[in-house]
Nanobody, 114 residues
């Protein structure tokens, strides 16, 4: 079993930055994709960024503002979010795909005020 625990969410003013972290416990290989998702109330969960052994993927809204990174030794994934906008306000979730089985963290709230 894999457990994912996010941290780093909080409140920030527009234009500010936050760094999210996701610590994974259990067996995860560097080739297992990990990703950040977000979901606003009443909306579908959407991919923020995905990291694996293939080119990193970013959602259109994240391009140029967010950076995903991964420390395979510490089993930790990060999301550096810069130039935050009020529309980035929502819950952010960590995800790991372990050979087709998907695991989710509990989510961390990000609130951006104008």
């Amino acid at each position: 079993q894999v457990q994912l625990v996010e941290s780093g969410g909080g409140s920030v003013q527009a234009g500010g930055s936050l760094r999210l972290a996701c610590v994974a416990s259990g067996t995860i290989f560097s080739t297992n994709p990990m990703a950040w998702y977000r979901q606003a109330p009443g909306k579908q969960r959407e991919v923020v960024a995905l990291i694996s052994d293939r080119p990193t993927y970013y959602g259109g809204f994240a391009q140029g503002r967010f950076t995903i990174a991964r420390d395979n030794i510490r089993n930790t994934m990060y999301l550096e979010m810069d130039c935050l906008k009020p529309e980035d306000t929502t819950v952010y979730y960590c995800n790991a795909d372990i050979f087709g089985q998907r695991f989710w963290g509990q989510g961390t709230q990000v609130t951006v005020s104008s």
